[in-house]
């Protein structure tokens, strides 16, 4: 089982840039896939991006491509999602999560970290 924590979350305005990270325990996970989700009010929960523990390779949605960047410090243990040129509807509760290579759905989930962005 993996424990993932957030953090990094808070109000900024249009156009600032912020970084959430998601510190990983809790067993050996350099197979895993990791990934970031958000929930907007009202709205379901939707995927931002994802990335590879061992080779990189991330893929985005089409919301945040150009303006987010998913990466992951080995050494801490740690996944970041830098978020630039952030917009209101970023606003959410973003959410950390992982899952087993061959596993279709993400199996581990953080508590979530909240971002604001104001106009």
């Known amino acids: 089982q993996v424990q993932l924590v957030e953090s990094g979350g808070g109000l900024v305005q249009a156009g600032d840039s912020l970084r959430p990270s998601c510190a990983a325990s809790g067993r050996t996970f350099s197979s895993y896939v990791m990934g970031w989700f958000r929930q907007a009010p009202g709205k379901e929960r939707e995927f931002v991006a994802a990335?590879?523990?061992?080779?990189?390779?991330?893929v985005y949605a089409d919301s945040v491509k150009g303006r987010f960047t998913i990466s992951i410090d080995k050494a801490k243990n740690t996944v970041y999602l830098q978020m630039n040129s952030l917009k209101p509807e970023d606003t959410a509760v973003y959410y950390c999560?992982?899952?087993?290579?061959?596993?279709?759905?993400?199996?581990?989930w953080g508590q979530g970290t909240q971002v604001t962005v104001s106009s």
């Open positions: 999560a992982a899952r087993r290579p061959f596993r279709s759905e993400y199996e581990s």
């Open positions: 990335i590879n523990w061992i080779g990189g390779r991330t």
